[in-house]
């Protein structure tokens, strides 16, 4: 089976962190900040998404082998 063509969770958690690192940084002009601020928005919803992702499949093996109890919500 061919591998996606989307970037790994690591490679997307990376390009979020240099966006948050120069937006941080406050040197870029507005157009730019609000374009890399776009993107970074973009980047972790999809990382939440690809971590959401991972805990289900975590938990449905866990459920079926009756080893750990799921993920419990932090409040």
């Known amino acids: 089976m061919p591998k996606s063509k989307e970037p790994t969770f690591e ?3 990376e390009r979020l962190e240099e966006i948050v690192e120069r937006l941080e940084a406050k040197e870029s002009p507005l157009e730019e900040s609000l374009a890399l601020f776009e993107e970074g928005v973009r980047l972790a919803r999809q990382c939440q998404g ?3 992702q991972a805990k289900k499949k975590v938990e449905v093996l866990m459920k079926d082998t009756g080893e750990l109890k799921p993920f419990e919500e932090n409040v």
Do not use: R, S, Y
Request: hydrophobic fraction near 50%; proline fraction near 0%; aromatic fraction near 0%.
């Open 11 to 13: 490679v997307q958690l």
């Open 50 to 52: 690809k971590l959401e």
